[in-house]
């Protein structure tokens, strides 16, 4: 029997699995508080405390974890890669620890799988589909000016799991099919799956595409630039109203979905006004998807957790449902996709990928 240890670190919590095969033995979410985190001058620094609560965490549980000999992690921000399952080596350690492309909750995720395979004999580390998963067509890369290109950071893991999900359920191949799929979490994510490659997305981290309850999405440049030369603001300042303060936070003051979808059903206008304005973004980015696609689009497919917001979901449908079908696929167990990429590598399915950038 194959067992499996699956590991997404994110920005105030630890999630981790242990899987038997396919079936889930134990899933726990470890949460920190804010006093546990500041004292870590950056995310990397994490390290040792997230091991930590991990591995008291198994023991507590009673987990023989020497039987474990998959352990996965969720893949950070690491130089551009294609989809698929990679090892952890040394040359990604490096980039992860350099933060290459940026300091993320899940540059932890290649570490944490590292070192607890280090301590388990003929155990051994893998990421899947990370965040900076890049299939965008080379057009799909132009700006609008040679300084600057578009780059591929999004919810990869669960949008490609989602995908294949829902390519099962429908009896056809992921690589049969063109897809869009929108991830609704932290972050927004809308990409168009063209025959199992993501050949546009969003940059979700960055700026780019519909707020979210915490990011602001693309924002109005010009103004953005009067903002960064006002005076009035740091460039700290500026980067938490694009990640961190934006969206929800901005408008609403929280970053708690559920929260604004009960105070707009229990009659808050202003709650329920920003809440369609984000599905009307969401809309709209789904359009500009279809176009990616001409216009020949299988599904519209969504995902995460702000899918579990009916109301929402039948805003979003009812504005592109002359695209396509939209299929719910709420939540976002990456946990599970995660652990069922190193099944597929377990039982010689698939055949990891070395990280050689």
Do not use: W
């Not at 974890?65 to 969720?74: A, E, F, L, N, Q």
């Not at 301590?119 to 998963?133: L, R, S």
């Amino acid at each position: 029997m194959h067992k499996i240890l699956a590991i997404n670190p994110g920005s105030t919590s630890t999630k981790f699995a242990v899987y038997h095969e396919s079936k889930c033995v134990l899933a726990k979410t470890l949460r920190h508080s804010v006093t546990d985190l500041t004292r870590y001058e950056r995310i990397i620094d994490q390290f040792d405390f997230r091991k930590g609560v991990i591995i008291d965490a198994l023991v507590e549980e009673g987990i023989e974890v020497d039987s474990i000999k998959y352990i996965i992690g969720r893949g950070g921000l690491t130089y551009p890669l294609e989809s698929g399952v990679y090892r952890v080596n040394h040359q990604m350690i490096k980039h992860v620890k350099e933060g290459v492309l940026g300091q993320h909750a899940s540059n932890l995720g290649p570490l944490l799988a590292d070192y607890i395979a280090h301590q388990i004999p003929n155990a051994q580390a893998f990421i899947a589909d990370p965040v900076v998963t890049d299939e965008l067509e080379d057009i799909a890369r132009v700006a609008g000016h040679p300084n600057f290109e578009r780059k591929s950071i999004f919810h990869a893991l669960n949008q490609k799991a989602t995908a294949r999900q829902h390519a099962s359920a429908v009896a056809q191949k992921y690589e049969e099919l063109n897809l869009i799929v929108t991830h609704l979490g932290g972050g927004i994510s809308v990409g168009a799956h063209k025959k199992g490659r993501v050949v546009d997305v969003n940059n979700a981290l960055d700026g780019e595409g519909p707020f979210s309850p915490e990011r602001s999405g693309g924002l109005p440049v010009r103004q953005i630039i009067d903002a960064c030369f006002s005076g009035k603001y740091s460039k700290e300042q500026i980067a938490r109203m694009v990640v961190g303060e934006g969206g929800f936070v901005a408008y609403l003051s929280t970053n708690d979905a559920m929260k604004v979808e009960k105070d707009a059903e229990a009659g808050d206008h202003k709650a329920r006004f920003i809440q369609d304005a984000l599905g009307y973004q969401v809309s709209k980015m789904i359009g500009e998807m279809a176009v990616v696609l001409d216009g020949k689009v299988d599904n519209i497919l969504v995902t995460g957790g702000m899918a579990y917001n009916k109301y929402l979901v039948g805003f979003i449908a009812d504005k592109v449902k002359f695209i396509a079908d939209v299929v719910a696929y709420p939540g976002e167990d990456e946990l599970q996709a995660l652990a069922m990429n190193a099944l597929l590598v377990a039982k010689g399915e698939v055949e990891p990928k070395e990280y050689d950038k």
